[in-house]
């Protein structure tokens, strides 16, 4: 079990290698979703955001945008990891996208 996930990690560093000032979107293990400029990561998949901010959603009022800047996340704690297309991002009008924000990570 242990060797398949080294494996794992593994491949997902050689896949973010390849997003090194990319926008990425990153969802956790409580259900948050953070949107920034990949800057780095570690061997245990601490990634570094620069430019980030937490997309907050609800069911009844748009998609609320907390500005972070500067933002590690911890490895332990990254369950999704996803390159977004600034150009397709940045025509949506998140103020009028209703969502039930994501449940934890239940194992």
């Known amino acids: 079990m242990e060797d398949t996930l080294m494996e794992a990690v593994f491949q997902l560093a050689l896949r973010l290698e390849g997003c090194y000032g990319d926008t990425v979107s990153i969802i956790t ?33 748009g998609v609320e945008q907390v500005v972070l800047g500067l933002h590690i996340i911890r490895g332990d704690n990254v369950v999704v990891v996803g390159e977004l297309d600034d150009n397709i991002d940045s025509r949506l009008d998140l103020g009028s996208i209703r969502a039930e924000p994501l449940g934890a990570v239940v194992h």
């Open 29 to 61: 293990a409580d259900g948050r979703n953070f949107v920034g400029t990949l800057k780095g990561f570690d061997q245990t998949i601490n990634i570094i955001l620069d430019e980030s901010h937490e997309r907050v959603y609800s069911s009844t009022q």
